[in-house]
Nanobody
Framework: QVRLVESGGGLVQAGGSLRLSCAASISIFSINYMGWFRQAPGKQRELVATITSGGRTNYADSVKGRFTISKDNAENTVYLQISGLKPEDTAVYYC?????????WGQGTQVTVSS
């Protein structure tokens, strides 16, 4: 069983920045894929960014240039640095990990962007 705990969400004005953290209960060194997803009210959950065990990153087109995913293997933590926030970025942000063919999710952290 893998536990993921997100933190760092909050209320921010448009144009502001946040850093989300996802702390894992196991070593993330060899986890093939970890990522961030988000779900806005009335919408489906969507991919935001992923990072592989080797550090290769991938981003949704809507966040390229504004969001940066990174990880600290020593801290077993994945981060999502968000800048240039827009009202449409308002959503619950979820951390995800694919471990031995099983998907694990955190409980989510709310990001609200005011215009």
């Amino acid at each position: 069983q893998v536990r993921l705990v997100e933190s760092g969400g909050g209320l921010v004005q448009a144009g502001g920045s946040l850093r989300l953290s996802c702390a894992a209960s196991i070593s993330i060194f060899s986890i093939n894929y970890m990522g961030w997803f988000r779900q806005a009210p009335g919408k489906q959950r969507e991919l935001v960014a992923t990072i592989t065990s080797g550090g290769r990153t991938n981003y949704a087109d809507s966040v390229k240039g504004r969001f940066t995913i990174s990880k600290d293997n020593a801290e077993n933590t994945v981060y999502l640095q968000i800048s240039g926030l827009k009202p449409e970025d308002t959503a619950v942000y979820y951390c995800n990990a694919l471990v031995q063919f099983t998907n694990y999710w955190g409980q989510g952290t709310q990001v609200t962007v005011s215009s």
